[in-house]
């Protein structure tokens, strides 16, 4: 069964005892699961909409009008990735489906192209990362109070947070298109980020239960499905579960908006002395999440 979570409305409103009412919901499911639904986060649902139909107007352009936005090293990897572009982290073959990426970008590294050209086509899905930044910074900061934290202890780890807002098509005849061999669109993993937060329209995704068993994640109208990621798990030494996850062969075309939570860039990620010690070691080692999720990236994505 996967948990389901009551929020207290837009997180613009929450107060700190709301804030310590729902790391107290969600505490066993962090623990335990590190996946559940969320209800009355108070998103509008017709945004969510608007959002499909701008995913769906860009996917439906020819190829070479999307090319032109080609996600790559030049543009932070925000923008396009065409069919069999992302390469998979579990076998030899490209992960069956287009994507988009909008988000935020870093002085640390180059940008030669403007990134106003990369988010041209998404008025409403921008209108959407804005929410969900406000809606993952509460989680974050539920987060943080679950663990025995101040709810504000995170927050002097985004800075300049590169959020992420990707905008996924999972057409029926990608596997085939791409020559697939397996059973599944997008390879089993780990995000690297805080949390992400999703919406499909379609079934498709899975999530692995702590048991190693995989299980379907349902379509729940006007619920949003989170699950942690590699970030808060290295951070709280594993109190927390990041949820591995994967992406099925799909029966019918398919789209999601998957929102990551994201530190700044060159942030270092290491278990936290207060959840550390003697009795309980580090299990996880530093990660920085500048250089190191960069070459991740050029990993996926490098020609």
Known sequence: MIPHVQLPGHVAGWTLKEKTAVAAEMGDACRHEGFFFVHDHGIPTDLIGEVYSETQLFYRLPVEEKGKYEASEKSQFLGYRGLGREKSRTHSGTEACEQYRLGNTTHELALPESVDFYHEHFPKSLELFRHLTHL???????????????????????????????????????????????????????????????????????????????????TVPGALFL??????????????????????????????????HRPDYGVVVAPLDALTGPADPPKYAPLNTGSEYVAVLRSLLGR
């Open 136 to 218: 993952g910074d509460g989680i974050l900061a539920a987060c943080a109070l679950g663990l025995g934290l101040e709810e504000d202890f995170f927050k002097g780890y985004l800075g300049r947070p590169l959020h992420r807002l990707g905008l996924n098509y999972y057409g029926a005849s990608h596997p085939s298109d791409v020559g697939s061999k397996v059973d599944y669109a997008m390879s089993p993993h780990v995000d690297l980020s805080l949390l992400t937060i999703l919406d499909q329209d379609e079934p498709g995704l899975d999530v692995r239960n702590p048991d190693g068993t995989w299980q379907e994640v349902p």
């Open 227 to 260: 699950f942690l990621a590699d970030y808060v798990q290295r951070w709280s030494n594993g109190l927390y579960r990041a949820a591995p996850h994967r992406v099925t062969a799909v029966r019918c075309d398919r789209m999601s908006i998957q929102y990551k």
